[in-house]
């Protein structure tokens, strides 16, 4: 018996598999064991190392960077859906002097370091006396950069649509912008949600690249609060609270994702097929 990619395993497979996969776990497990009593051992457990977090003053920091953070992801993410859009739609026009332009403008953001974008804006306005802060240029580096590819999910998610279905909405009469709008989006948006739901997240944590350019982000504050000489220098324990906070926000991300899927799933399975009305002949 076997599968469409490969044989299904039998009885001696799966058993070599299932002690694969113990021994993987035990390895697994004796790392985790191993990173954690060394840090038990260099004192990065100790109550000194963990008493800032106790205090209002700094409970107060955390969230600063906290909504400085989201308030750039934020900003951020509706820039470059808007940036991909616009571009997706340029890289699959009929007109080359528009589809040109747009792929050289994806292409070369989409090559370019995300920190050296930063650079730019912001050693760029200093030189330059702009008038850039760190916030917009974490934000219009993550805007450029994330946007090229969400640009291309956008296109391949467009065209991966069935041939069929864009050559039965020409045949109804409709315009490319009507068969792009009303046919092959909506069919798209169910495949590329995963993939854009994963960028996000990676452009949430990209915000952390801000305190490299002295944005009050969540790193750029972790920072300053594992300085402290009075609690022991605790560089370890605020980028454990720090990555429990990541954690938490791309969990509620891709619960999101799973939520939105879930509901156009049912939403296309309780959709009443279209009402079709008998002529009725004449006696």
């Not at 299932?18 to 954690?36: D, E, K, M, Y």
């Not at 989409?110 to 702009?130: D, H, T």
């Not at 452009?203 to 300053?224: M, S």
């Not at 594992?226 to 619960?255: K, N, Q």
């Amino acid at each position: 018996m076997s599968a469409v990619l490969y044989d299904v395993p039998g009885p001696r497979a799966k058993a070599r598999n299932r002690i694969l996969n113990v021994i993987v776990l035990l390895a697994v497990a004796g790392v985790i064991t191993w990173v954690v009593l060394r840090l038990n051992d260099n004192g990065q457990f100790q109550g000194r190392r963990w008493a800032q977090f106790q205090y209002a003053a700094i409970q107060r920091e955390l969230l600063t960077g906290l909504v400085n953070t989201l308030r750039a992801a934020g900003l951020a993410t509706v820039l470059a859906m808007l940036f991909g859009a616009v571009f997706a739609a340029g890289r699959i026009s009929d007109h080359k002097w528009v589809r040109m332009p747009a792929t050289l403008v994806v292409e070369l953001f989409r090559a370019i370091p995300l920190l050296i974008l930063m650079f730019f804006f912001y050693y760029g306005s200093l030189e330059f006396q702009l008038g850039l802060t760190p916030f917009h240029a974490v934000v219009f580096g993550l805007t450029l950069y994330n946007g090229s590819v969400l640009a291309e999910i956008f296109r391949a998610g467009i065209t991966a649509v069935p041939k069929g279905q864009r050559e039965a909405a020409y045949a109804t009469g409709l315009r490319k912008n009507q068969v792009v709008r009303l046919v092959l989006l909506p069919q798209a948006i169910r495949s590329m949600l995963p993939a854009i739901v994963s960028q996000l997240v990676v452009l949430l944590k990209d915000t952390a690249l801000g305190f490299i350019i002295t944005y009050n982000e969540l790193l750029y504050v972790a920072k300053q609060m594992g300085g402290r000489l009075e609690f022991g220098f605790p560089y370890i324990p605020t980028y454990f609270v720090v990555a429990v906070i990541y954690i938490g926000l791309c969990s509620l991300l891709s619960m999101l994702a799973k939520y939105l899927e879930g509901r156009s799933r049912r939403s296309r399975k309780t959709t009443a097929p279209p009402v079709q009305i008998e002529e009725s002949t004449a006696a």
